[in-house]
């Protein structure tokens, strides 16, 4: 049974930062891309960060470029999300995703295995 674990959410100011943690079990971690969603209230879900399963190729989409660092432990089964210079939109419930390694991991769809999420409020 896959279990991705989502720990590291709260409430923080605008400018702060926060390090979101996804522990991930019952998969071979290293034969996943991982990567990072958000859902604000009322909008669709968004990736804004990727890594392969080798760990390279950090995907980011302009909206957080700069600002979020995705990076993976895979001795830990971990993924983590830096995020830096928090901006009120950046408000939402992260959820942690894996998707098989041959599978492309820039896109929105095909993600095999999801967590439950955490929620991120930054307040102005």
């Known amino acids: 049974q896959v279990q991705l674990q989502e720990s590291g959410g709260g409430l923080v100011q605008a400018g702060g930062s926060v390090r979101l943690s996804c522990a991930a079990s019952?998969?071979?971690?290293?034969?996943?891309?991982m990567g990072w969603f958000r859902q604000a209230p009322g909008k669709e879900r968004e990736l804004v960060a990727a890594?392969?399963?080798?760990?390279?190729?950090?995907y980011y989409p302009d909206s957080v470029k700069g600002r979020f660092t995705i990076s993976r432990d895979n001795a830990q089964n971990t993924v983590y999300l830096q995020m830096n210079s928090l901006k009120p939109e950046d408000t939402a419930v992260y959820y942690c995703a894996a998707i098989r390694r041959t599978d492309a991991y820039t896109g929105q769809y095909g993600w095999d295995y999801w967590g439950k999420g955490t929620l991120v409020t930054v307040s102005s």
């Open positions: 890594i392969s399963g080798f760990g390279d190729s950090p």
């Open positions: 019952g998969l071979t971690f290293t034969l996943y891309n």
